[in-house]
């Protein structure tokens, strides 16, 4: 079965994490920035578990330094993200990546994404979608700008508030303020949460952090209780297996625990995280759900329903993106 061509929605995406080694080893070519320290001989991501990722990744963010950096990534992004299906992208951006958190330099950057957007949407037949992310290990004092940021520019191309980073760095209370101020502005909220905290993190977060998502949310499958919960509050989950599977947040493809989450119930949906790091893409992600738990067409047809259902922008929006999900006539 051939997947590539399947219209596909993906709602859990970090922009600079989408950006290829060659993109980023071409920037930094152009600014004189030896990054040769973060490839492998082959030219790849070279990282050795989550927090050496981190670092990976915010030394590939440094080489993104412009307005016209974040246009020209966006634009590389989308055509890609499209030639495997992909109508329909959500993704996490942040001002701390953007003009390290002042408003002003935040509209700039965002006026580039949001141009690079439109082309793409003419080109490629993808929408995209901000979500705007505070970065965890920053500290809840770094996230307060950045939740600003979402509150001030929350509108047709961002459209959500969120939460990545490293989730072991303090508690979901300790970020209250932020969540507080984006939910008051009327923002949609996710969070990543139960890729590495487990069952408690999610639960903390729900009820501390009052989430329509989960980013990860896989380590909910050891609390019926807590299923309970996510079915009762109608919580979406943002499942990325090949990320989870190389970042050893499972044991392997077999064990993961998407399809006996499907199975109770759970609002799952499938993205990719960020595919040149994690060797993946929206292709392989269904090849790999194939193969290893017999899911068809019919299967990610839901899938995407489900996705397309729990997307953070506007209803004129969802309509549009329905009709690419539609077999054509
Ligand atoms: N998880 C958490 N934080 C992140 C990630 C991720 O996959 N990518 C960029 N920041
Ligand atoms: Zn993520």
Redesign the pocket.
């Known amino acids: 079965m051939n997947f590539r061509e399947l219209p596909k929605v993906e709602l859990h995406t970090?922009l600079?994490?989408c950006a290829p080694p060659a993109f980023i080893r071409q920037l930094a070519h152009e600014k004189r920035l030896d990054l040769s320290g973060i490839f492998t001989a082959e030219g790849g991501y070279d990282f050795r578990d989550?927090d050496h990722?981190?670092q990976v990744?915010e030394a590939a963010c440094t080489t993104l330094q412009s307005p016209e950096d974040f246009r020209r990534l966006t634009m590389a992004v989308l055509e890609e993200t499209a030639s495997h299906g992909v109508v329909y992208m959500e993704t996490?951006v942040s001002p701390d990546f953007c003009g390290g958190g002042d408003l002003v330099a935040w509209t700039d950057y965002l006026a580039a994404m949001q141009e690079a957007a439109a082309e793409a949407e003419d080109k490629f037949g993808i929408t995209l979608k901000g979500i705007v992310?505070g970065?965890?290990h920053f500290g809840p004092e770094a996230c307060k700008p950045a939740a600003l940021c979402a509150a001030e520019t929350y509108g047709d191309f961002i459209t959500g508030y969120g939460m990545?980073?490293?989730?072991m760095v303090g508690r979901p209370a300790d970020y209250a303020y932020s969540f507080d101020l984006a939910r008051e502005a009327g923002m949609p909220l996710t969070c990543?949460a139960g890729?590495w905290g487990g069952a408690l993190m999610v639960a903390e977060t729900i009820r501390d952090l009052r989430v329509a998502r989960i980013?990860?949310g896989i380590g909910a499958i050891d609390d019926p209780t807590l299923i309970d919960e996510i079915l009762e509050k109608d919580i979406v989950l943002e499942v990325?297996p090949g990320?989870n599977v190389v970042?050893k947040a499972v044991d392997g493809w077999a064990s993961h625990p998407i399809a006996k989450l499907r199975d109770a119930g759970v609002k799952v949906t499938v993205s990719t995280?960020?595919p040149p790091?994690f060797h993946t893409t929206m292709t392989a992600e269904y090849d790999m759900l194939h193969q290893t738990f017999g899911w068809g067409e019919d299967e990610f047809k839901a899938l995407n329903a489900t996705a397309l259902a729990a997307a953070f922008c506007d209803d004129d929006t969802k309509a549009r993106v329905a009709k690419r999900l539609e077999p054509a006539q």
């Not at 990545?164 to 989730?167: F, K, L, N, T």
């Open positions: 970090h600079e994490g989550f990722f981190l990744y996490f992310t970065i965890r990545a980073g490293g989730e990543h890729e980013g990860h990325c990320s970042l995280d960020d790091f």
